[in-house]
């Protein structure tokens, strides 16, 4: 493995937190904009001053390409302008994805010009915020989940382009335009830092598999790191991906992120005793950083109901022990902090997965209740970090 190169944590806080802000066309073809049903978009002052009682004073948002660009090449930076201001007001490090989930109305990935559209968009977005934000370093994931979305419109008819056996092509399209946009960023800004967030998992053979299924199982859990090698240009090369187009890797970790392939099984997180199936938060991010040789971040994690302080005190305290092993953990994002609604029955279910319920009015934003127990173990969590923290969050290190 080749010496790393070094590089500066750029983060505010370790522990961030993340507004759901997904504005893509879901399996109903609906479009679903979070930002302002969850009520963050109204409230952002708000939202921002509640996060200062938990040093939560980094934060993922996005810039919901669909609303942005309505006309195509034509772009409306107001709502992302209010945003800005915001964090000024509350010292709030902002960090931005250009596409999360959903896509202007007129693309899908397999779209022949839609990665031409999706580079000129981050050249657009670069400039615009540089107009806002001349200084400090502006940090960006280009698309969010690229493996997720690609199984989501490209196999399972869950969203656009609503295809069945077409992830590997959705997932091509996908990449191309993530390489060109950072390609495009970097021309404008060469200081632009790129945080990938993918999914981070686990998918072992059922019990008593063959051989034939082990060796499946393996090839289908290494999937996961498909995006990441094309972005670094160890596959696909013919996309642009280039090995200093990786920087900051995210992963995003639920707990039902690990099951056996065929037939599918969810592998328990919980069990007393465990199931010894389950591979542990420390062990899949050593993995991941043994294999890239990059810093790491969990950009997203919570859990849904009752569950949500068992959860986070697990994430406690792997963190602590993946710091204590040696691996550059940089960060912790709450994802979503807000709760919020199911993407395809938004009138039927809310997750009650976030830091803060939310209590729904017939009008008016959803009103925020905090979940206690969720923020006492936060506390906790922060505390077990803290003590196995062993330099500043600003320190510059070698990976």
Request: with cysteine; proline share 8%; aromatic share 12%.
């Amino acid at each position: 493995m080749p010496p790393a190169p070094v590089r500066t944590n750029p983060f505010q806080s370790f522990w961030m937190a993340g507004y759901e802000c997904t504005d893509q066309l879901n399996c109903f073809g609906h479009r679903v904009d979070f930002l302002p049903l969850t009520g963050h978009l109204q409230l952002l002052d708000q939202d921002y001053q509640d996060l200062q009682q938990y040093q939560l004073t980094t934060v993922r948002e996005g810039i919901r390409w669909s609303q942005v660009e309505k006309i195509p090449y034509q772009y409306d930076w107001s709502t992302v302008r209010t945003m800005l201001a915001a964090g000024r007001r509350h010292g709030i490090q902002q960090l931005w994805d250009i596409c999360h989930f959903g896509y202007p109305d007129d693309l899908t990935p397999l779209h022949p010009l839609f990665a031409q559209r999706f580079a000129a968009l981050c050249r657009a977005f670069v400039r615009f915020y540089r107009s806002e934000v001349p200084e400090g370093e502006l940090i960006v994931t280009p698309i969010n989940e690229v493996s997720f979305m690609s199984w989501l419109g490209g196999d399972v008819r869950g969203t656009t382009p609503y295809c069945v056996g077409q992830g590997w092509e959705v997932k091509r399209g996908l990449m191309r335009a993530y390489i060109e946009g950072v390609a495009a960023m970097r021309e404008i800004d060469p200081s632009i830092r790129i945080l990938t967030t993918e999914p981070l998992v686990n998918i072992i053979p059922r019990s008593g598999a063959s051989r034939a299924e082990r060796i499946r199982a393996a090839e289908f859990h290494d999937y996961q790191f498909q995006t990441v090698d094309m972005l670094a240009g160890r596959i696909c090369p013919e996309l642009g991906g280039r090995p200093e187009y990786l920087d900051i890797l995210g992963f995003n970790f639920y707990y039902d992120n690990q099951w056996e392939l065929d037939p599918h099984y969810r592998i328990p997180w919980a069990e007393k005793p465990a199931d010894r199936r389950w591979r542990s938060l420390r062990q899949l991010l050593a993995m991941a950083h043994q294999r890239y040789n990059c810093p790491v971040v969990v950009t997203e994690t919570s859990h849904p109901g009752v569950d949500r302080p068992k959860w986070m005190d697990m994430i406690g305290r792997e963190c602590a022990a993946t710091i204590r092993m040696g691996v550059p953990l940089w960060g912790v994002c709450l994802y979503p902090i807000l709760d919020r609604p199911d993407w395809d029955f938004l009138d039927r279910e809310w997750h009650r997965s976030g830091l803060w319920d939310a209590v729904l009015q017939p009008d008016g934003p959803p009103i925020r209740v905090l979940h206690e127990p969720y923020a006492k173990a936060l506390q906790e969590a922060q505390t077990r970090v803290r003590r196995a923290s062993v330099a500043p969050a600003s320190a510059e290190v070698l990976i």
